[in-house]
C-alpha cells in the first residue's frame, strides 16, 4: 500500500511538473519574432554577406531547395513585417529585394536544376517546357508579394514574366498540375504558384483575373487527388494525377495556407481535416504527426525524423505553426510554441535554433508574423495596391 501510495505521489507530482512547464515555455508572438526577424535582416544585409553564404551552403549541402525554400519563407516573412511597420518598410523592401534578385541571378546562371536534388536530371521532364513549378512558383510568389506590398515600377514586368510562366505551366498540365521533377508533381509547390498567380492579380487590380482557374483546379483536385478517406489531398502525384504518396503533414499545412487565396472555404476544410488527422498535444505542448494513421509512411528528407510513439515530426510540426497562425488557431499555435522553445533550443535570446536551420528559422519568423499580407491579398478594395 505504500508503495501504491508512493508511486501515485510520484506519477501527480510529475503531471504537475510537466502542466507548469507551459508557464515558462509560452512568449507572445511579438517576443518569439523580434529577435528571429533581427538575425535574419541581418544575414540578409550586404556586409553578411561571408555568413549568408555559409548557411545558405550548409542548407544545400543537405538538400539544394531548402535554400529556395529559406529565401521564399523569408521575403514573405519580409512582406509581412513591411505591412506592419510602414516606419520600416523601406528597410524591409530592400531585403526582398535583395533575395529575389540574389535567386534570379542564380536561376539565370545555374538552370532549372540549380535548386533541385540530383535526380531531377536522370530523366527529362515530362511538359516540354522542361521547368520545374517548384522554382517557378516560389519565384513568382516573392516577387507577387514584393508588388503586393508595394509597387516597384522596375520588377513589374519581371513579375508578370514569372507568373505567367508559372500559370502556363499548370494550364498545360492534364489535370492543371505542374512538374517539380520530371514526373512527379508536388501539392506543396502547385499551390504555392496558385497563391502567387493571386496575390499578382490582386496587385494588378485584377483580383478575379483567374478565377475560372482556380475553380477548375479546386473541382479537379477533389476528384482527382482528394483521399476518399479524409478528404486531404495527396503531397505527390504523376503529371497525369495518379498518386505516389498520400497525405503528409510537411506538405498540408503549407498547402491549406496557400489555398486561401484560392477558395477559403476549401482551404479551411483541408486545414481541419489535418488538424483532426495531424495534431498532437500533452499538458499544453503540441505536435504534428507526419501522416494519417490512414497512411503511414517513412521519414524522408523533408520530413526529418519522428519520435516513435508519440509521432511528433519536426518538420511537419515546424510548418503546422505556418498553418495555425493563418487560420487563427490560437490554441495549436500556443501549443506548437511551447514545444518550439522547449525541445528546438533557442540561442541568442531565440535568435536562432540550435535544433534547426535557416530554413527552420525563416519558416518559424514567417508564422510568427503572419498576417497582414494574405489580409491585404483577401481585401476586397484593391485601388490602394494597384496604383
Known amino acids: 500500500m505504500q508503495i501504491l501510495r508512493g508511486l501515485g505521489c510520484v506519477t501527480l507530482a510529475t503531471i504537475l511538473w510537466i502542466g507548469s512547464l507551459r508557464v515558462w515555455f509560452s512568449p507572445s508572438m511579438e517576443a518569439l519574432a523580434e529577435p528571429l526577424a533581427r538575425r535574419q535582416l541581418a544575414l540578409w544585409q550586404p556586409d553578411a554577406e561571408r ?15 531548402w535554400d529556395l525554400m529559406a529565401r521564399m519563407f523569408a521575403a514573405l516573412a519580409f512582406a509581412n513585417l513591411a505591412l506592419r511597420d510602414p516606419g520600416q518598410r523601406a528597410t524591409y523592401l530592400a531585403t526582398m529585394d535583395r533575395i529575389i534578385d540574389r535567386t534570379l541571378a542564380d536561376v539565370a546562371r545555374d538552370g532549372t536544376h540549380g535548386f533541385l536534388l540530383a535526380y531531377s536530371r536522370d530523366r527529362p521532364f515530362v511538359d516540354s517546357a522542361g521547368t520545374s513549378i517548384f522554382i517557378e512558383g516560389e519565384l513568382a510568389l516573392m516577387l507577387a508579394a514584393r508588388q503586393l506590398v508595394e509597387r516597384d515600377p522596375a520588377r513589374v514586368e519581371l513579375a508578370r514574366t514569372w507568373v505567367q510562366r508559372a500559370t502556363e505551366h499548370l494550364e498545360r498540365g492534364p489535370v492543371l498540375l505542374a512538374e517539380s521533377y520530371p514526373d512527379e508533381v508536388w501539392l506543396f509547390c502547385n499551390t504555392v504558384a496558385l497563391a502567387a498567380i493571386r496575390l ?36 505527390k502525384t504523376t503529371l497525369a494525377g495518379h498518386v505516389l504518396e498520400g497525405p503528409e503533414g510537411s506538405t498540408l499545412w503549407v498547402a491549406a495556407v496557400m489555398l486561401r487565396m484560392v477558395d477559403d472555404d476549401f482551404a479551411r476544410a483541408q486545414y481541419a481535416a489535418a488538424r483532426a488527422a495531424l495534431r498532437g498535444s500533452f499538458a499544453g505542448f503540441g505536435w504534428a504527426r507526419e501522416w494519417p494513421a490512414t497512411h503511414l509512411g517513412r521519414d524522408d528528407i523533408d520530413s526529418g525524423p519522428t519520435i516513435p510513439i508519440v509521432g511528433a515530426n519536426a518538420g511537419a510540426s515546424g510548418l503546422a505553426l505556418i498553418a495555425a497562425r493563418a487560420f487563427d488557431d490560437d490554441v495549436f499555435a500556443r501549443e506548437l510554441t511551447r514545444s518550439l522553445r522547449l525541445a528546438a533550443f533557442p540561442v541568442h535570446g531565440g535568435e536562432r535554433y540550435a535544433a534547426g536551420n535557416q530554413l527552420a528559422d525563416a519558416a518559424v519568423l514567417y508564422a510568427a508574423v503572419s498576417g497582414p499580407l494574405w489580409e491585404r491579398a483577401m481585401s476586397t478594395d484593391t485601388r490602394e495596391v494597384a496604383e
Not at 555559409?54 to 543537405?62: E, F, I, K, N, Y
Not at 479546386?218 to 489531398?233: C, E
Open 200 to 235: 499578382h492579380d490582386v496587385g494588378e487590380g485584377a483580383p478575379d483575373r483567374h478565377a475560372r482557374l482556380f475553380a477548375r483546379w479546386v473541382a479537379t483536385a477533389k476528384a482527382t487527388i482528394a483521399d476518399p478517406r479524409t478528404g486531404l489531398l495527396a503531397a
Open 51 to 65: 555568413e549568408l553564404a555559409a548557411s545558405l551552403d550548409q542548407l544545400r549541402r543537405t538538400n539544394p531547395e
